[in-house]
Every structure is written in C-alpha cells, then in structure tokens.
Nanobody, 123 residues
Framework: QVQLVESGGGSVQAGGSLRLSCAAS????????MGWYRQVPGKQRELVAT???????NYADSVKGRFTISRDNAKNTVWLQMNSLKPEDTAVYYC?????????????????WGRGTQVTVSS
C-alpha cells in the first residue's frame, strides 16, 4: 500500500559529500515525521535525522553541522545532504515515514521503512 524508495548511496572518500533521497508512494493522505536512520552490522539501528511535516528538524549529535535533512510535502520526498563525511558514517541508511493512507475507502496509518541504501566512506 505504501512504499519508500531510497536512492543516492554510494562510495566516497572522507571529506566528500552525498545526497540521499527517499520518495514515498501509494494512496497517501499525509505524512507526519520523516527521517533517516543508519545501521552497521552488529549494531542497533540509530537515528540520524528527522523532520516533521512543519519542518522542525532533529539531528544526532554525531552529524550536527554536517548533515541537513529536508523534505517536500507535495512530493512526499525527503532528502539527506551529507557533507564532510567520515569513515564512521559508513552504514546502510534507511528512510522512515509515519504515513496516513487509504486502503480502499478506509483511512489508516502506519510506520514504514525503505529497504536501505549503502553509504561507504573511505579514509
């Protein structure tokens, strides 16, 4: 019913930049918070940044001043601009969204995740 598709991951050297995109599709009425999380093997998934529908943002301390989250409510899309990347930013990055959507004529809501996109930063 709802899909989140990420793009923009890849490999970059330390100090470089990448921009991740995540587009939500389906019978969507509205999306509340959207966010980016990351996970490395053997560790729990951790919050990177979130943004509300009104534009309020929240960042992990480790990325403040380097990463910027933004969104386009009309396009149901969220971006993560990552600058001054460090090797410790290497992870699979996942998009998350709290979505209100229709199943036939029935309005419901759910929390959805994308499949993830790999970001690798080499020293």
């Amino acid at each position: 019913q709802v899909q989140l598709v990420e793009s923009g991951g890849g490999s970059v050297q330390a100090g470089g930049s990448l921009r991740l995109s995540c587009a939500a599709s389906g019978s969507i009425l509205s999306i509340n918070a959207m966010g980016w999380y990351r996970q490395v093997p053997g560790k729990q998934r951790e919050l990177v940044a979130t943004i509300t529908s009104g534009g309020s943002t929240n960042y992990a301390d480790s990325v403040k001043g380097r990463f910027t989250i933004s969104r386009d409510n009309a396009k149901n899309t969220v971006w993560l601009q990552m600058n001054s990347l460090k090797p410790e930013d290497t992870a699979v990055y996942y998009c998350n969204a709290g979505v209100r959507y229709y199943v036939s004529s029935y309005l419901t809501s759910g929390d959805y995740w994308g499949r993830g996109t790999q970001v690798t930063v080499s020293s």
